[in-house]
């Protein structure tokens, strides 16, 4: 079994920063890509940003320029740095990961959800 735990959410003024970990633990033999998906009221889960165990990343137009993801491979740890963040990024935020349990066999797994959310 697998798990994965996020952390970092919380309330922010416009303009102001968070940043998101997500560490995976478990029967993990390695970890191929790991995201963070965001889920606003009446809207549907969206990608926000995605990061491949080479470190190629992928994001979302809404958030180019303003957030950055990471990872720590050896720890298997991703982050999201959320910089100048608007009420629009509002949302529930999960991490998502693509786990190998062993090797050719992959497990597309989710975190819990954390809250983020951007008001005066």
């Known amino acids: 079994q697998v798990q994965l735990v996020e952390s970092g959410g919380g309330l922010v003024q416009p303009g102001g920063s968070l940043r998101l970990s997500c560490a995976a633990s478990?029967?993990?033999?390695?970890?191929?890509?790991m995201g963070w998906y965001r889920q606003a009221p009446g809207k549907e889960r969206e990608l926000v940003a995605s990061?491949?165990?080479?470190?190629?990343?992928n994001y979302a137009d809404s958030v180019k320029g303003r957030f950055t993801i990471s990872r720590d491979n050896a720890k298997n740890t991703a982050y999201l740095q959320m910089n100048s963040l608007k009420p629009e990024d509002t949302a529930v935020y999960y991490c998502?990961?693509?786990?190998?349990?062993?090797?050719?066999?992959?497990?597309?797994?989710w975190g819990q959800g954390t809250q983020v959310t951007v008001s005066s």
């Open positions: 478990g029967s993990i033999f390695s970890i191929r890509a």
């Open positions: 998502n990961a693509e786990v190998l349990i062993v090797s050719s066999i992959m497990i597309n797994y």
């Open positions: 990061i491949t165990s080479g470190g190629i990343t």
